[in-house]
């Protein structure tokens, strides 16, 4: 059973491009959570999504970043118009419907603006 | 609200040495609790948990008890080893909502 994947693994990106993360949930999980680390920091909640729905993005700066989780395909977490501040690891999470809370982390995507 | 407070780091011990890495939480209700572990360049792999109060969780060695009237959850393990080095993190899930409050994390290096 293959756990969360996630790609790139690393991103470099130059200021003012847009940056595009993928997540694939372990195989039977619908929900998707997306967490932010900082250098020296611990992961800050972003968003949590289920198939086609935001359950709640409470996390999520207002401006440039959207995420989403069509009924095909991965997860996506969508950074416009990069800034040096997003440089950062971005992790995704997936937990089945029977056991939302436990979470189950993906690799994450290094991301690097330069 | 709902938070996570971990000991400083970084932690450096000697292998065979006994570790314990403090983690208090504040929270709203009866959170569930948690311990991850992140080898460098990797993501969180679930070390262990625990659901209620006076649960133990444990796993690899590693034990931590959910203790709610010091709102603590710290872990402990009695022989590190070299292959132990890692950060690790403290969270907690709140009854309601779904998302997940880590601390800052432990870089704990362990030296043969």
């Not at chain 1, 729905?53 to 996390?59: A, F, K, L, V, W």
């Amino acid at each position: 059973n293959a756990g969360v994947m996630q790609n790139p693994r690393h991103l470099v990106r130059r200021r003012g491009q847009e940056a595009r993360l993928r997540c694939s949930p372990m195989k039977g999980h619908s929900h998707v959570y997306w967490y932010r680390q900082l250098p020296e920091e611990g992961l800050k909640f972003m968003v949590y999504l289920q198939k086609e729905n935001i359950i709640d993005e409470s996390g999520m700066p207002k401006e440039r970043f959207s995420a989403e989780f069509p009924k095909e395909g991965p997860s996506i977490l969508r950074i416009q118009q990069v800034v040096r501040g997003d440089s950062a690891a971005y992790f995704c999470a997936s937990s089945p419907s029977w056991g939302l809370k436990t979470q189950y982390f993906g690799p994450g995507t290094r991301l690097l603006v330069l | 609200g709902n938070s996570v407070t971990q000991m400083e780091g970084p932690v450096t011990l000697s292998e065979e040495a006994f570790l314990t890495i403090n983690c208090t939480y504040t929270a709203t209700g009866y959170p569930s609790l948690f311990w991850y572990v992140q080898y460098p360049g990797e993501g969180l792999q679930l070390l262990l948990k625990a659901t209620k109060a006076d649960d133990k969780g444990s796993n690899k060695g590693f034990e931590a008890t959910y203790r709610k009237e010091t709102t603590s959850f710290h872990l402990e393990k009695g022989s590190v080893q070299v292959s132990d080095s890692a950060v690790y993190f403290c969270a907690l899930s709140a009854p309601t909502g779904n998302q997940f409050y880590f601390g800052t994390g432990t870089s704990l290096t362990v030296i043969p």
